[in-house]
């Protein structure tokens, strides 16, 4: 329901559960054919073959989408038809992906400040979908997304369940954004049924403990043969079926996205559900993909876009360093971005995946720009999953920064939780932090989600300032 309008949502809310089944199905009848339209059907029979593309012919296929994109930009968007006459550039001065340099990075501030300018002056309104970012970094933001592209995303989506092993008409758990539910809501059912997808939308909004059992249940009876959504949600589930031993849903695959997978989601998820966790990584600009292959390799798509891995002075980072993903993407005609600063960090390697794909490869997928604390010396630390290596009674936590040299970190407690585990996450922290930092553990009866349902893991206000 994420793009019904207000009076829609009011309706839905204020539906009994059973009418609210029957639009999710009727809503989902209605997505299949914004989803699964002619697009999805051409790109998915496109990059089911590219997929086994040789290295050549892989940049020769980003060349051509690029020079495409430069080509649209430049007669269609007046913020790119400005910049590249500033710059005393043509489309013919792009010639090889590495021209791509001859243009600045665009930032999300170019992107609110400019957004009427970014606007191609071809489009039909009836072709565009507005989309809002959830704004979990401090600011909102708007941008337009063609329904064509939109209709690709979900072909990249199938070509990533057919690695996890996933076939079209089987059954698929979600534990994401949607808010399916009342967020007041005190009894189940905590979900909905979308008959016609053979889907059941788990809330990701109430999942407490005193709710989970109800989770539990349901999932069981629906037996899903694939489980997807944020990978917190869906470590909540398994780390509740774990304390109970319910070792009976088997899930052919499990396929994150949206949030940051941390190793200890991966390794109980998996240990739960005896099965492979996939990391999906999207965006919701659609300018780049990342998609996991049956081997564990983290393949960026290079038909959907271009990544580059840049430092703090927008230079290419050395292969292993984590550089930020500046991405330029081929699928939105409706708002073409070249060089965007997405705000995600991920470390490039050069090596060949043992599945024989071809293409770029990362090894993993850092976070968000501001998953850091900032330390009182100005050095930014990621990567903090790491304090809670080892550390199994906790149940979730999360990192607050409010000030330089203090840092508060909430926990969630298992019944099983000591003194020595909490000396261990100060002596951890302190490791990662150093010691000019002060740690304040926090014990809380849960964690707030955001608006969308996300969980956060670091909150730092200081890193945001900077
Ligand atoms: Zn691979």
Not at 110 to 122: K, M, S
Not at 219 to 224: G, K, T
Request: charged content about 25%; glycine content about 6%; hydrophobic content about 35%.
């Amino acid at each position: 329901m994420a793009h019904g309008s207000m009076t829609t949502r009011f309706i839905y809310n204020h539906s009994p559960w059973l009418f609210q089944t029957l639009i999710a199905s009727y809503y989902g009848i209605y997505k299949s054919f914004q989803k699964f339209g002619d697009s999805y059907q051409r790109c998915f029979e496109h990059i089911n073959k590219s997929q086994w593309f040789s290295a050549a012919q892989i940049n020769e296929l980003q060349l051509r989408e690029l020079k495409n994109v430069i080509g649209y930009v430049y007669q269609n968007v007046p913020y790119y038809s400005e910049l590249f006459k500033r710059l005393n550039l043509v489309p013919a001065d792009f010639q090889s992906i590495d021209d791509l340099k001859k243009l600045p990075v665009l930032t999300k501030e170019d992107v609110r400040a400019n957004f009427e300018r970014l606007t191609p002056g071809n489009l039909s309104p009836k072709d565009v979908i507005t989309e809002h970012t959830s704004g979990s970094t401090g600011k909102a933001m708007k941008f337009l997304l063609s329904k064509d592209c939109y209709q690709k995303e979900y072909a990249f989506l199938r070509l990533q369940r057919t690695w996890a092993g996933v076939e079209d008409d089987d059954r698929v758990a979600t534990f994401g954004g949607h808010a399916v539910i009342k967020i007041d809501r005190h009894k189940p059912p905590f979900w909905i049924n979308n008959y016609f997808e053979h889907q059941v939308l788990f809330s990701s909004y109430h999942m407490s403990e005193r709710n989970l059992g109800f989770y539990a249940e349901k999932l069981i009876r629906f037996n899903p043969d694939l489980i997807l959504g944020y990978p917190s949600s869906i470590y909540l589930m398994a780390s509740y079926l774990s304390r109970r031993n319910i070792t009976v849903v088997k899930p052919k695959a499990v396929i994150t996205s949206s949030e940051s997978l941390l190793d200890f989601q991966r390794k109980l998820i998996e240990q739960v559900f005896r099965t492979k966790v996939y990391s999906y990584y999207g965006n919701a600009e659609r300018v780049s993909n990342i998609s996991q292959c049956e081997r564990g390799g983290l393949h960026i798509k290079p038909e959907y876009g271009i990544i580059e891995f840049l430092d703090e002075n927008d230079e290419p980072v050395e292969e292993g360093e984590p550089g930020r993903m500046v991405c330029t993407g081929f699928l939105n005609d409706a708002m073409p971005l070249i060089r965007y600063d997405v705000g995600d960090i991920a470390i490039p390697i050069q090596s060949e995946c043992a599945c024989g794909r071809s293409g770029p490869l990362v090894k993993e997928i850092v976070g968000r720009t501001d998953d850091f604390i900032v330390t009182p010396n100005g050095e930014h630390i990621g990567r903090l999953s790491q304090v809670f290596k080892g550390i199994d009674a906790v149940e979730e936590a999360q990192f607050v920064q409010n000030e330089k040299e203090r840092v508060i970190i909430n926990v969630v407690k298992r019944a099983d939780f000591s003194e020595h585990d909490s000396k261990a996450i100060i002596y951890n922290a302190k490791d990662r932090l150093g010691d000019d930092i002060g740690i304040e553990l926090r014990f809380v009866p849960n964690i707030r989600r955001h608006a969308n349902g996300k969980f956060k893991f670091v909150i730092s206000n200081v890193a945001r300032e900077i």
